[in-house]
T-cell receptor, first 111, second 115 residues
Framework: KAGVTQTPRYLIKTRGQQVTLSCSPI?????VSWYQQTPGQGLQFLFE???????NKGNFPGRFSGRQFSNSRSEMNVSTLELGDSALYLC??????????FGSGTRLTVV | AQSVTQLDSHVSVSEGTPVLLRCNYS??????LFWYVQHPNKGLQLLLK??????LVKGINGFEAEFKKSETSFHLTKPSAHMSDAAEYFC?????????????FGKGTRLSVIA
């Protein structure tokens, strides 16, 4: 059974640019969540999608957005990148609340 | 609102000795509690989860944790540390009844294992 797949694994962008990250959940999982991990703030919740609807949103500016497609694949977009957006972005999928499977993450570096 | 406090930012043990990683939580409802491990440059791997069943939870790689409601604790233990256990460990809480709350992570405990 394939795990959660995140692409790309590494990304370098320039301040002011925008970026799109992709997450393919485990087959059959309808919930996809996104988290940002930084050394200073730790792991912080960005948003969660369930059946193409945003079910929950964390405390991040509007530059961070996401969506989910009918096949449960999800994308997150960050516009007008800032240096502070450099982080490991993790995606997790789940069928319910009792265990989330995480991908390996996308490491974004903003220069 | 839920919150998690991992009491030690760094724990160092000798190979073959017991491991204890401490976690206290705060939750308005009966929580779901998890321990995840993250090896360098890797994603998060679920070690074990508590979801209101047995209070002593056994996980992978010999780890276990005990849910103590009176102490609001969910400490992670392992009888004998192995070099491969060196990693970052996260205690995580999610409110159970609401069903729509995200995972709340502790700050993490870095486990070092000395040969």
């Amino acid at each position: 059974k394939a795990g959660v797949t995140q692409t790309p694994r590494y990304l370098i962008k320039t301040r002011g640019q925008q970026v799109t990250l992709s997450c393919s959940p485990i087959s059959g999982h309808r919930s996809v969540s996104w988290y940002q991990q930084t050394p200073g703030q730790g792991l912080q919740f960005l948003f969660e999608y369930f059946s193409e609807t945003q079910r929950n949103k964390g405390n991040f500016p509007g530059r961070f957005s996401g969506r989910q497609f009918s096949n449960s694949r999800s994308e997150m977009n960050v516009s007008t990148l800032e240096l502070g957006d450099s982080a490991l972005y993790l995606c997790a999928s789940s069928t319910d609340r009792y265990g989330y499977t995480f991908g390996s993450g996308t490491r974004l570096t903003v220069v | 609102a839920q919150s998690v406090t991992q009491l030690d930012s760094h724990v160092s043990v000798s190979e073959g000795t017991p491991v204890l990683l401490r976690c206290n939580y705060s939750s308005s409802y009966s929580p779901s509690l998890f321990w995840y491990v993250q090896h360098p440059n890797k994603g998060l791997q679920l070690l074990l989860k508590y979801t209101s069943a047995a209070t002593l939870v056994k996980g992978i790689n010999g780890f276990e944790a005990e849910f103590k409601k009176s102490e609001t604790s969910f400490h992670l233990t392992k009888p004998s540390a192995h070099m491969s256990d060196a990693a970052e460990y996260f205690c995580v809480v999610s409110d159970l009844p609401s069903g729509n709350t995200p995972l709340v992570f502790g700050k993490g405990t870095r486990l070092s294992v000395i040969a």
